[in-house]
């Protein structure tokens, strides 16, 4: 258990609405991550982190930012949600160069 | 940019019976990691590779590196219910201090009882 936990753990919400998914980490490692799984993509990167403040685009960033103001918590927003941006969210750590991953957002966009 | 295929994409075996998925480069493998999802969970780390030939084991889960550093395999010995899942091969990008990791889109494995 790499001490990650992920709220909420599912969402529905409508187009056009901000949607606000939060990481947390109980052992204040530097590293953090936000991928989207959808089938026949796998996992992509959207965001990452290498500490307070300091962030990153992925693969996948359009339509979403983050912000990391403190070390344990790392945030990921949809400006406006689309019915795209429905998917599984995962956060995860990197921890002695292995990532490690949260249980995971299940996000549904009407 | 690297990307990696895996292969199958999908599986179905016989419980007991052994099985191989495969995962291959485009680019030489700094790092190749093996995770196990099961459905509707999060990704499960099972084992990193590194070294050219490199093999390691888990339990009944052995994964190999080739010499070349570009395909590595996995290989599940006597299957079980419990096998069941997503695996998916992830790549160490090699572009300095992010540690991020690229990924395959997965092979799933179903077992037969």
């Known amino acids: 258990d790499a001490g990650i936990t992920q709220s909420p753990r599912h969402k529905v919400t409508e187009t056009g609405t901000p949607v606000t998914l939060r990481c947390h980490q109980t052992e204040n490692h530097r590293y953090m991550y936000w991928y989207r799984q959808d089938p026949g993509h796998g996992l992509r990167l959207i965001h990452y982190s290498y500490g307070v403040k300091d962030t990153d685009k992925g693969e996948v960033s359009d339509g979403y930012s983050v912000s990391r103001s403190k070390t344990e918590d790392f945030l990921l927003t949809l400006e406006s949600a689309t019915s795209s941006q429905t998917s599984v969210y995962f956060c995860?750590?990197?921890?002695?160069?292995?990532?490690?991953f949260g249980p995971g957002t299940r996000l549904l966009v009407l | 940019s690297q990307e990696l295929e895996q292969s199958p994409q999908s599986l179905i075996v016989q419980e007991g019976k052994n099985l191989t998925i495969n995962c291959t480069s485009s680019k030489t493998l700094y790092g190749l990691y093996w995770y196990k999802q099961k459905y509707g969970e999060g990704l499960i780390f099972l084992m990193m590779?590194?070294?050219?030939?490199e093999e390691k084991s888990h339990e009944k889960i052995t994964a190999k590196l080739d010499e070349k550093k570009q395909q590595s395999s996995l290989h599940i010995t006597a299957s079980q219910p419990s096998h069941a899942g997503i695996y998916l091969c992830g790549a160490d990008t090699n572009l300095g201090r992010d540690d991020k990791i690229i990924f395959g889109k997965g092979t799933r494995l179903h077992i037969l009882p």
């Open positions: 590779l590194q070294k050219g030939g």
């Open positions: 995860a750590i990197s921890v002695r160069e292995t990532q490690y």
